[in-house]
């Protein structure tokens, strides 16, 4: 019987160090860890005044009324005039901020300078619609330049932006509007999806008929197709393009609200996270800078996240444009109009970092590398993964077919409640294992514990806990503090509970295991999934796998395995034996699935993450049989049912 709160199985001997030119050349060296490890206030204080403040704080970090943080008190800053105006004054202003790919293929540059009249007139618009400092403002837009000049717009006016993605529904829209208590919502006609408009406008229309709050409505333009009208909407076209191109920005405190971003969580109603000014801007900046290695001259720098997702909001638009940074934002899916569709941007705008999400490579995995084979890469030299635990044979078809095997990956761990990228490795600093986020940045302590919250120590596995408090961390859920402690603050006193999994190795390095909510129990062994997945991921015939624990009478839980094979390979009775003996081979018999099934797809939710919470109520309702193959199309179909009316699963 082992007592460990996670058993710690896989072993990974791989390790890749950053190359002699890279390390001369990166932002970050290993200095930055002493540096933060002598004094982390000072640290951050540093990190701090690479920003332009109107007023200095007088105090770095007031941590007296814990779990709520106030950081750089007295000073005042926009965000704005951050991301913008300062590129503009010191001479940047023919820089592009964005190069914008349609999915259809229209193109268009923004030059900073251009980014600061757009910005500004966007801001002046909000104000003749009487938006002021605090006011809420809800944004559902595609991947289009206004949505960031929407964002910029209220950051700049110190209105409180609350963007919601795009592909969620009327109802959950409307949950998110009343929560916050929106006073406008930024929309448009649609966006382009999978070669076709896709109608963004209908669900604002439903949305709005039951908010009150909503005074106006501003729609962007963006496909030409028809849309209802009411006499609350106003085109972005007529209002905006019509206002003067200067505006005079104000500072604000550094802890005014800066946007809310819902995030669901496994139960119950969404929460708003909410991010403040001075402290989140100051590590998105900092990470975004160090992590990714940004030479603002030179690179040309794409993270594909949707602005509907906190990785769009920190690492498309804040900490990108706050290092002014060339940018490329795309609106489309990868698939469209082919599979080839994201190396043929790379290739084009000679993408020089990528950031991307577990999801996405194995997809490309399963499409076969021919594909990215046939496009020129050779501008890549930094890859990133966010929003899973990438497995290590992923990690390693990453590094091998995207980054030609020259460029150091970042996984970075974080959450929409951290803002920022949290542990990570420096690129030119760390030797990168496959599949590990390796360690916690400079300024960042992190723990991994047992359910006494001791330290588990090299070689443990355990829960991920943040031990001090940092500059982006969330200041509450909107409206809600007691379950904002109730939450993150109170399953060990002054520790804040992620929610994940971690292990660390024999040499200290931080692998993340998942959602303690999945770990599964096995006889008495508490066993993640994302190791059982990780294993059937390395054998040659699999893309992707999704691994639960399913009630079992004998060991208690059982682990069922669903597995995606690679294009071109044949399901079989021995395929299945083949993946169980190897995962027994891979991580021990212990974690030897009961049963595996082969399926076309899984369900994920709308960032890219695998829901096995619906894929255990299959494992434990159904019939499922001795069947290699989910034959009854009728399950998948019902995933994907519940993947769109459940409100609950929206995240
Ligand atoms: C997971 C996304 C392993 C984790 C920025 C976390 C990861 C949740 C990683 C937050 C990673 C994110 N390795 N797991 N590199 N990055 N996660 O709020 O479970 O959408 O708690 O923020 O994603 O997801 P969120």
């Avoid at 409180?160 to 829209?173: C, D, P, Q």
């Avoid at 990570?424 to 599949?435: E, F, M, Q």
């Amino acid at each position: 019987m082992s007592h460990d709160a996670i058993e710690n199985l896989s072993h990974e001997d791989r390790a890749f160090a950053p190359s002699a030119e890279f390390a001369a050349q990166a932002n970050a060296t290993a200095a930055l860890y002493d540096e933060a490890a002598v004094d982390r206030l000072a640290f951050w204080d540093k990190q701090a005044r690479e920003l332009q403040w109107e007023t200095p704080w007088h105090t770095t970090l007031d941590w007296s009324k814990a779990p709520f943080a106030t950081w750089f008190d007295g000073g005042k800053l926009n965000v704005a005039v951050n991301c913008v105006d300062r590129h503009v004054a010191a001479g940047h202003g023919d820089q592009v901020a964005y190069h914008f790919e349609g999915e259809p293929g229209d193109t268009r540059d923004i030059t900073y300078s251009e980014l600061l009249v757009e910005v500004s007139k966007a801001a002046n618009a909000l104000e003749s619609l009487g938006v002021k400092a605090g006011d809420r403002v809800a944004i559902y837009l595609p991947m289009i330049p206004e949505a960031a000049v929407a964002m910029l717009a209220c950051a700049r006016i110190g209105a409180v932006h609350s963007v919601i993605f795009g592909g969620f529904s009327a109802e959950a829209l409307r949950s998110r509007i009343d929560d916050a208590q929106a006073v406008l919502v930024i929309t448009c006609d649609g966006g382009n999806r999978k070669g076709k408009p896709m109608a963004l406008k209908p669900a604002v229309d439903e949305a709005v008929l039951q908010t009150p709050t909503v005074k106006d409505v501003l729609v962007v333009r963006r496909t030409g197709q028809d849309v209802e009208w009411t006499e609350r909407d106003i085109w972005w076209h007529d209002l905006v393009d019509a206002q003067p191109e200067t505006h005079e920005a104000q500072a604000f405190d550094a802890e005014h609200p800066l946007f809310i971003l819902y995030t669901s969580g496994t139960t119950g109603k969404p929460k708003g996270i909410l991010h403040t000014t001075g402290g989140y801007l100051t590590q998105v900046t900092y990470t975004h800078r160090n992590v990714f290695d940004l030479k603002p001259d030179t690179d040309v720098y794409w993270c594909t996240a949707d602005i509907g997702w906190v990785t769009g909001h920190s690492y498309v638009v804040y900490g990108p444009l706050a290092n002014r940074a060339t940018s490329l934002m795309y609106e489309g899916t990868p698939d469209s109009p082919h599979n080839g569709r994201w190396w043929e941007l790379v290739e084009k705008y000679r993408v020089s970092i990528l950031y991307t999400a577990p999801t996405a490579i194995r997809t490309f995995m399963k499409w076969g590398e021919d594909i990215p084979a046939r496009f020129d890469m050779s501008s890549l030299r930094v890859l990133g993964s966010v929003g899973e635990p990438i497995n290590p044979e992923a990690w390693m078809w990453y590094r091998r077919v995207i980054g030609g095997d020259r460029c150091p990956i970042v996984d970075t761990w974080w959450q929409t409640e951290t803002g920022a990228i949290m542990i990570s490795p420096l690129p030119g600093v760390t030797a990168t294992k496959p599949g590990s986020a390796m360690g916690a940045l400079p300024g960042i302590c992190a723990e991994v514990v047992d359910d006494e919250a001791h330290p588990v120590g090299n070689g443990g596995g355990g829960y991920l806990v943040l031990t001090e408090p940092w500059p982006s961390m969330l200041r509450g859920i909107w409206g809600e503090n007691d379950r904002y402690v109730e939450t993150y603050w109170s399953r060990w006193k002054g520790l804040y509970f992620a929610g994940d999994g971690a292990k660390l190795d024999d040499d200290g390095a931080i692998w993340l295991l998942g959602r303690v909510d999945d770990v599964m129990n096995i006889s008495g062994h508490r066993i993640s999934t994302t190791e059982v997945e990780s294993a059937l991921v390395s054998h040659p015939v699999v893309a992707e796998a999704a691994v639960v624990g399913a009630a079992d009478d004998t060991t208690g839980q059982g682990i069922v395995a669903f597995v995606i094979l690679r294009e071109g390979v044949e399901p079989g009775d021995h395929i299945v034996a083949d993946l169980r003996n190897h995962v027994a081979h891979e991580i021990g018999p212990i974690a030897k699935p009961r049963q595996i099934l082969v399926v076309p797809e899984l369900p994920k939710t709308r960032s890219g993450k695998i829901m096995r919470r619906l894929l255990r109520d299959i494992a434990e309702n159904r019939d499922i049989g001795d069947t290699t193959t989910l034959a009854d199309p009728t399950i998948m179909a019902l995933i994907g049912t519940g993947l769109t009316t459940n409100p609950g699963t929206e995240d």
